[in-house]
C-alpha cells in the first residue's frame, strides 16, 4: 500500500471502501496464507491505526498466534475462553465496547479498551478468526462488523 488512510469516525465507512479493494489487490497474486494474513494486519491497521490487529488460527484444538500487528500478544486461546474463543465457539462477530466488561475476557495488553473479533468460517467450520483492539472504549460499531465480516468472508475463500 502506497499511502496510509486518514481516518475519523465519519469517514470509516469510505475508509474500507476504498481499502478493501487494495487488500484484494494486495493478496490476489500471492498464494501463501500466512504472507496474505500478514498484508491485512499490516493494511488494517495503517489504515485505521488500531492497537492491535492479528489473526488466530485453530490448530489442534486451540486459536494459535497468527500474523499480527501491535504489541506482544497471548499465544494460545482456548475454545470458549475470552473474546476469541467465544467468537470461534458462537461462530459469530463479537462486538465489545468495553472489554472489562466482558465475563472471561483475556487481557493480552492493560491497553485494549474494547475489541471485534470476525470468525472466519470455511465449510461450515471456524478455521481462525480476525481480532482487533482499540485503546479506546466503543471503537467498533455496525459499519466495522459489516466491513470485517465482508472480508473475512472473502478471505477464506483464497487462503
Known sequence: MAETLEINRG??????????????????????????????????????????????????????????????????????????????????????????????HIACSSFSKSEIVVPLIKNDEVIGVLDIDSSDLATFDAVDEFELNELCTWLVTVI
Open 11 to 104: 469517514e470509516k465507512k469510505e475508509t474500507y471502501r476504498q481499502l478493501i479493494p487494495q487488500i484484494k489487490a494486495l493478496v490476489g497474486p500471492e498464494n501463501d496464507p500466512i504472507a496474505n494474513l500478514s498484508n491485512i494486519c499490516a493494511a488494517l491497521n495503517e489504515a485505521f491505526q488500531f492497537l492491535w490487529v492479528g489473526f488466530y488460527l485453530v490448530k489442534n484444538n486451540e486459536l494459535v498466534l497468527g500474523p499480527f500487528q501491535g504489541p506482544v500478544a497471548c499465544t494460545r486461546i482456548q475454545f470458549g475462553k475470552g473474546v476469541c474463543g467465544t467468537s470461534w465457539e458462537s461462530k459469530k462477530t463479537l462486538v465489545v465496547e468495553n472489554v472489562a466488561e466482558f465475563p472471561g
